[in-house]
């Protein structure tokens, strides 16, 4: 039996490599085409505001679609006050293989509400949804 040296031992290797988005990124084309399909009912939520039955798609549904069809996106929000509202002007960037696309819209809530949520985070979720919508994600609830 031949003695093997430790020099001569072969030491197992695993290549891991992870998803960077960096390195991942699709044609816009692609990623324009996925988020202006219809959102599936499952994800379509309903509220009643002043006795009208609204059809909306929560902000975290809207993430989870965000990762999937475009990963690495990017959002960023500037937040303004006044005597009695809130305003978020929010910018979403689709990181895709031709750069990084932004679209912007803003949310406003009134300062004082009585209803869910705070007006902080009602206007910053109307201000996502509003930039998901401008990159068609969503944008058949707001043809109705």
Same mark, same amino acid.
Not at 29 to 38: G, M, N, Q, S
Not at 111 to 134: V, W
């Given at each position: 039996?031949?003695?093997?040296?430790?020099?001569?031992?072969?030491?197992?290797?695993? #290549?891991?490599?992870?998803?960077?988005?960096?390195?991942?990124?699709?044609?816009?084309?692609?990623?324009? #085409?996925?988020?202006?399909?219809?959102?599936?009912?499952?994800?379509?939520?309903?509220?009643?505001?002043?006795?009208?039955?609204?059809?909306?798609?929560?902000?975290?549904?809207?993430?989870?679609?965000?990762?999937?069809?475009?990963?690495?996106?990017?959002?960023?929000?500037?937040?303004?006050?006044?005597?009695?509202?809130?305003?978020?002007?929010?910018?979403?960037?689709?990181?895709?293989?031709?750069?990084?696309?932004?679209?912007?819209?803003?949310?406003?809530?009134?300062?004082?509400?009585?209803?869910?949520?705070?007006?902080?985070?009602?206007? #910053?979720?109307?201000?996502?949804?509003?930039?998901?919508?401008?990159?068609?994600?969503?944008?058949?609830?707001?043809?109705?």
């Amino acid at each position: 039996m031949q003695k093997i040296t430790t020099n001569e031992r072969a030491k197992p290797t695993t #290549e891991v490599r992870h998803l960077n988005h960096k390195e991942f990124r699709r044609p816009l084309l692609e990623i324009l #085409e996925d988020l202006k399909k219809p959102v599936q009912s499952r994800f379509i939520k309903y509220k009643v505001i002043k006795g009208q039955k609204i059809e909306f798609i929560p902000w975290y549904i809207l993430t989870r679609l965000l990762d999937y069809y475009a990963p690495g996106w990017d959002w960023r929000i500037t937040t303004s006050f006044d005597s009695n509202r809130v305003c978020v002007m929010g910018e979403l960037t689709i990181k895709a293989a031709e750069g990084d696309f932004t679209r912007s819209a803003v949310g406003d809530e009134l300062s004082e509400i009585e209803h869910y949520g705070s007006s902080y985070t009602n206007a #910053e979720a109307q201000s996502f949804r509003r930039c998901c919508g401008r990159f068609g994600l969503g944008l058949s609830l707001w043809e109705k």
